[in-house]
């Protein structure tokens, strides 16, 4: 499986950007998420998704973020909505052959990785 991730840029804060990541091979059964890392900060749980569409969020991006699968494209998406200066960082769109609840945030449990996206966002 490969992941390539699409999207990231330069916004304001407020703005709205949407990330895509693409997969090769199949992951329909696969729980996919997307994580962000700061310069100088470990990589962190952004949102995840599994199969039956059960999602998951970082508590600062809750209500704000959505991810979505599209399984006819092998696409799976993140929309950031009334992003914030804090939001700036790489984002990496990950999946995972087998997870259970209890480790769906952790980077351990995840088995492939895209090249990661810069979002930016400016005050």
């Known amino acids: 499986v490969q992941l390539q991730a699409s999207g990231g840029g330069l916004v304001q804060a407020g703005d709205s950007v949407r990330l895509s990541c693409v997969a090769s091979?199949?992951?329909?059964?696969?729980?996919m998420a997307w994580f962000r890392q700061a310069p100088g900060k470990e990589r962190e749980f952004v949102a995840a998704?599994?199969?039956?569409?059960?999602?998951y969020y970082l508590d600062s991006v809750q209500g704000r973020f959505t991810i979505s699968r599209d399984n006819a494209k092998n696409t799976v998406n993140l929309q950031m909505n009334s992003l914030k200066p804090e939001d700036t960082a790489v984002y990496f769109c990950?999946?995972?052959?087998?997870?259970?609840?209890?480790?769906?945030?952790?980077?351990?449990?995840?088995?492939?990785w895209g090249q990661g996206t810069q979002v930016t966002v400016s005050s």
């Open positions: 990950a999946a995972a052959r087998n997870s259970i609840l209890s480790t769906i945030r952790s980077v351990l449990t995840y088995d492939y």
């Open positions: 091979g199949g992951t329909s059964s696969y729980v």
């Open positions: 998704l599994r199969r039956g569409g059960y999602t």
